[in-house]
């Protein structure tokens, strides 16, 4: 026993001696922690994919300010205790400087704290108020405010004539945020939120909830996930003869789950980013440029749709390296504080500014009001 | 409750719980023949589903079926003879963490051969918006064919149990090995063609369903948990009794949707699960303590 | 013979106290997080040793047990107990849980056993998941530091991060101390009587039910004590803990390591956690866990070391 006690000794000192030093080639280093594989792959996938073709375009254009990124990539899973482990190494072993994602709201809380201690800049594409309030110094976020998709939800009800809905949320961390914003924001807006039900995340059939909702006599349904259960929904309310409109999340901003849906999701309502219709927006829009280079580019590349998730890794890399250009170095602290002071630079989901109470920097003008007709996503016009 | 709503309840129930008795009929097949208790049984139904996806666009749906089932059939006849038939005489801890690794390397390979996003197949009949009604409940056609499906499946595998050489071969062998082996029956082939009977019709069952429930990588665990609920309900021994403890299963999960949180839905099959296994391991419809007898090996 | 016995154990403190002391020659403190992380959760893969591996009985729930530890601890310590209160409390509620479990559910074998003991992981997430105390999907964060004495505490921060160290891998040390002591006293010729045949061992005059019980809710205890420290030392827990891979971990590296062997197990679950936690793997971490189940299971069902043995002892049938 002792003898094989010596090889594994043996091969974990090797192991441990093999490190990555953090070589210091002048190089920008930056770390992510996306959600690559499992269940939060949805999101993760895209965001990684995204993050990683915007490096290599930056480097192949000679870098920021002429030095190149290094990007250190890691897959979390999305399983919290790794992203704090990952947060860790690439806090004290890579000295990165900044982090962008995780890709879920339980993720990005576990190492909220730890990298505001540790002076790394956070830019988390999860979804959660918690994430930016109360504001640390060194976390931002880039996806919108669930607050503002809520109220805009609730102002297109109101403009409708709605005024006894039902929700349906999942039991993610999105899923449960949307519930808290919809049932705050509905006596405000005179809309009666009659009944809210929430769902396992990887619930395969909706009709048991829905007929439960159908049975309170409400005039629109709203679901709020990111999961494939949103493709469900529409499904499962056409199938057991439940006509009433469909309201969606922002979690809706991928076209495959339009595609799941098939024709039940004409007619679906939703907030999203502007990503979705560039090709409809008129030719001076501050965001059209930019968006359908995007999807351009990111189509080509992987054969894929693009959709609000990548998004968000877009905004949080671009709003990086105008920080890095404007502080002229890729001091921590300097990067910070340009950051903080960003104004009006437009990104996929909105045009951001920043400032010391806001580390979210969009408005609700970020948001448009999207509908589907004919299995393809479109301006909402009523 | 008004009736209507009770109906609506029933009927998704009965959906749900064709698709676990599927899953519970697969797990009796084999340990019928084997005593193994196979825990890939749940990735069946997803590859079954990924493969007809993938070939949907390139032949008639009813084809790109067939040759889903039987490429799913072949899988498993392959895990079989690749992983499990070298092993003489394993312990039951080892059958169980090799098949529980088992199934984790079929989701992996699903997930890196496909992808990470959920897929569907289109509907046999209509679409994603037909309703039927009946008896003022509506539902998607697709209900009607995964319980035709379904109920063609015990049917036709009753009939081979009960009627064919092959199948009255299997039922020796189920109940007495050494004296099926005497007979002339060779226990290999019974093995083998019982893995295929279970990964087939576990592929069966998940092409009628995905239009339903949609195909991800992921979704065997799930399955597979509920299915050996039912499997474990109907006494591990027999096929009808499968089948009926996953229709109630279905239904009382479904049901309780009207009196405990959803969130909590997954837990009233578990708790069942608990419940049955701590009281009447037999389950509830067993007449003959087959399972009982192989449990303790 | 109690040199001979607890030698390997002084050995494993002698190389803790020179990795530590090599990492900070080397300036590689960091991975002093890995390795403090890797060792409360290879203490579970301890317990889950002395009761897969000794008493025979398998348990695919014990993520479950984890989670119980680190959220009791978590819960407790958020809303305003002081730690010294939570971290007992915590482990005591573990225990109990087990004990209710255990008592009806260590009636089964084989198959039901596991699938029991599946269903009972499954129904701990679900409650997690499902409630609004424990966070829901988010989990809880920024869980206060566990105060000990004399400026020592339970944290993630960095300046305490041998402190942490050597606290987790004294945990280890204790815990291996404890298990090689039940192996060698009459109650672990009992476990082995019990995992060779139960019905021969009743016959013999074992008490069966009482031992089993015991053994599992002695290992029950181990994840609960690894779950509610590392929620100190993360400052936060996730539902994730309980979720049925992290369950499935923990066999395939008690089976790794040879299934009754506690050094066999301190060594695989070790080695593979930390290149876990660094992200080694990538995207094919699950994959990896998966390979090892079936591989093991297939190829050396005696643990990875009985590979190297057998090279010894070119007669030795399989």
């Not at chain 2, 063609?193 to 991800?216: E, K, N, R």
């Not at chain 3, 050597?166 to 090689?180: E, K, N, S």
Request: charged fraction near 15%; proline fraction near 3%.
């Amino acid at each position: 026993m002792s003898r094989n006690k010596l090889v594994l000794c043996l091969a974990l000192a090797t192991l441990l001696t093999a490190s990555s030093f953090a070589a210091d080639t002048g190089a920008i280093r930056i770390g992510a922690i996306f959600a690559i594989t499992g269940p939060a792959a949805n999101l993760g996938l895209p965001e990684s994919r995204t993050l990683q073709m915007l490096v290599d375009d930056a480097n192949a254009a000679g870098g920021i300010g002429g030095k190149k990124i290094e990007l250190f990539m890691k897959d979390s899973q999305g399983n919290a205790e790794k992203a704090l482990s990952f947060a860790k190494q690439l806090v004290e072993e890579q000295e990165v400087l900044a982090i962008i994602g995780p890709s879920t709201t339980g993720e990005s809380m576990k190492i909220k704290s730890y990298c505001d201690e540790n002076e790394t800049i956070l830019i988390s594409c999860a979804a959660a108020e918690t994430i930016v309030n109360p504001v640390a110094k060194w976390v931002f976020k880039t996806p919108q405010m669930d607050s503002f998709a809520a109220q805009m939800i609730f102002t297109t009800m109101k403009k409708l004539g709605i005024t006894r809905i039902g929700a349906v949320v999942s039991n993610s961390g999105f899923g449960q945020g949307g519930k808290a914003q919809l049932e705050k924001l509905a006596p405000a807006n005179g809309i009666d939120l009659a009944i809210t039900e929430v769902y396992e995340s990887t619930a395969t059939d909706l009709t048991g909830v829905l007929t439960k909702i159908k049975a309170e006599n409400v005039q629109a349904v709203v679901n709020w996930s990111v999961e494939p259960a949103q493709s469900l929904v529409p499904k499962n309310m056409k199938q057991m003869g439940f006509e009433v409109p469909l309201f969606q999340s922002h979690g809706f901003g991928n076209i495959n789950y339009v595609t799941m849906a098939g024709k039940a999701a004409d007619g679906i309502v939703f907030p999203a980013g502007r990503l979705l219709v560039a090709d409809a927006l008129p030719a001076g829009h501050p965001q059209k440029q930019l968006l359908s280079a995007y999807k351009k580019e990111y189509e080509t590349m992987f054969k894929e749709d693009v959709s609000t998730f990548g998004g968000h890794a877009y905004d949080a890399f671009l709003l990086l390296t105008e920080a890095v250009k404007r502080a002229g170095s890729a001091d921590r602290g300097k990067v910070r504080d340009a950051l903080e002071g960003l104004k009006g630079v437009a990104g996929t989901a909105g045009i951001f500014s920043f400032s010391p109470t806001d580390h979210n920097g969009l408005t609700m003008d970020a948001f448009e009001m999207l509908t589907v007709k004919n299995g393809a996503f479109a301006l909402y016009r009523k | 409750m008004r009736a209507t709503q009770l109906l609506q309840y029933l009927l998704a129930g009965i959906a749900t719980g064709s698709v676990y008795a599927v899953v519970a009929i697969g797990f009796t097949v084999v340990y019928n023949a084997t005593g193994i208790i196979n825990f890939a049984q749940g990735e069946f139904l997803m590859l079954g589903g990924m493969i007809a996806i993938s070939l949907a666009p390139v032949m008639p749906l009813p084809a790109a079926i067939a040759v889903a089932v039987l490429a799913t059939g072949a899988a498993g006849v392959l895990l079989q003879i690749v992983f499990l038939s070298w092993l003489k005489n394993p312990a039951v801890l080892r059958m169980i963490i090799i098949t529980i690794g088992l199934s984790i390397l079929v989701r992996e390979a699903g997930l890196h051969i496909w992808d990470e996003k959920v897929h569907a197949l289109p509907f046999f009949s209509g679409d994603e918006t037909s309703s039927l009604a009946v008896l003022g409940a509506r539902i998607s056609p697709q209900v009607l064919w995964v319980l035709v499906i379904s109920a063609c499946m015990v049917v036709g595998l009753t009939l081979f149990f009960r009627s064919t050489l092959l199948g009255k071969a299997m039922r020796a062998c189920a109940s007495n090995p050494t004296a099926a082996r005497l007979c002339g029956i060779r226990a290999s082939t019974v093995v083998t063609l019982s893995f295929f009977l279970a990964a087939a019709m576990g592929a069966l069952a998940g092409c009628a369903v995905s239009p339903l429930t949609q195909t991800q990588y992921d979704m065997g665990s799930s399955l597979a948990v509920k299915g050996f609920t039912c499997a474990v309900l109907g006494g591990l021994g027999s096929v009808p009794a499968a089948v009926a403890a996953g229709l109630v299963v279905g239904v009382l999960e479904t049901a309780s949707v009207s009196v405990l949180p959803l969130a909590y839905k997954d837990v009233v099959a578990l708790g069942i699960l608990l419940l049955i296994l701590v009281l009447k391991p037999q389950g509830l419809f067993a007449r003959r303590p087959v399972a009982q007898a192989r449990a303790g090996g | 013979m109690y040199l001979r016995r607890y030698f390997p154990v002084f050995c494993l403190l002698f190389l803790v106290i020179l990795v530590q002391l090599g990492l900070a020659a080397l300036k590689l403190e960091f991975y002093m997080t890995q390795l403090t992380m890797s060792a409360y959760y290879t203490l579970v893969a301890l317990g889950l040793t002395l009761l897969m591996g000794y008493a025979g009985q398998v348990s695919m729930g014990h993520g479950g047990f984890f989670a119980i530890g680190g959220y009791a601890a978590a819960v407790l310590a958020t809303v305003g107990f002081a730690s010294w209160v939570s971290l007992p409390a915590a482990i005591l509620i573990t225990g109990l849980v087990a004990l209710l479990i255990g008592i009806p559910v260590l009636r089964l074998r084989g198959h039901y056993l596991a699938m029991a003991t599946l269903a009972f992981g499954i129904i701990v997430l679900r409650i997690l998941l499902g409630t609004n105390l424990f966070g829901g999907a988010d989990g809880l964060s920024d869980i206060p530091a566990f105060r000990l004495f004399a400026g020592l505490a339970i944290t993630g921060r960095k300046a305490l991060r041998v402190q942490n160290y050597y606290i987790a891998w004294g945990l280890v040390l204790v815990g291996l101390l404890t298990g090689i002591n039940l192996v060698h006293s009459r109650v672990g010729r009992a476990l082995r009587a019990i995992h060779g045949n139960e019905d021969a061992a009743a016959a013999m005059g074992v008490d069966v039910a009482r031992f089993k019980l015991a053994t599992f809710v002695l290992s029950a205890l181990y994840a609960g004590v690894g779950g509610a420290c590392l929620a100190f030392f993360n400052g936060g827990i996730g539902p994730g803990e309980a979720g049925v891979m992290k369950s499935v971990r923990y066999v395939a590296l008690v089976a790794a390591g040879g299934m009754g062997s506690l050094w066999g197990t301190l060594a695989v679950s070790t080695a593979l956690t930390f290149l876990s936690l660094r992200g080694a793997f990538g995207v094919y971490d699950d994959a990896v866990f998966g390979a090892i189940l079936v591989g093991i299971m297939l190829f050396a069902p005696e643990g990875v070391f009985s590979l190297l043995a057998r090279r010894n002892r070119p007669g030795n049938a399989q």
